[in-house]
């Protein structure tokens, strides 16, 4: 059974950093992707980052912002977030999918398995 469940999020102050984690069980990235979502309050859920064994994607939008990273030995795909803005409050899921990570980062479509979500606020 693949469980995810992440943890790090919290409130920062805009211009701050939060390094987010996605432990994960039952999965390998020799074979799936990992993607980073959020979801702000009133709008839909959008992609973020994807990380598979040979490529890594992010929005654009995010403007280099965000940087997502892998260590194996703990199972564990980590999602960096620097000169965060009140923009970036949203819940933050990772989910896992088969095969690589998709061209459009932004997709939501294709991931079997979902965590319970993060809750990540900028505010001052």
């Known amino acids: 059974q693949l469980h995810l469940v992440e943890s790090g999020g919290g409130l920062v102050q805009p211009g701050g950093s939060l390094k987010l984690s996605c432990a994960t069980s039952g999965f390998t990235l020799d074979y799936g992707a990992i993607g980073w979502f959020r979801q702000a309050p009133g709008k839909e859920r959008e992609g973020v980052s994807c990380l598979s064994k040979y490529i890594i994607r992010h929005n654009p939008s995010l403007r280099g912002r965000f940087t997502i990273t892998r260590d194996d030995a703990k199972n564990t795909v980590f999602l960096r977030m620097d000169n965060l803005s009140s923009e970036d409050t949203a819940v933050y899921y990772c989910?896992?999918?088969?095969?690589?990570?998709?061209?459009?980062?932004?997709?939501?479509?294709?991931?079997?398995?979902w965590g319970q979500g993060t809750q990540v606020t900028v505010a001052s």
């Open positions: 989910a896992a999918r088969p095969g690589p990570c998709p061209d459009n980062v932004r997709e939501t479509s294709g991931y079997d398995f």
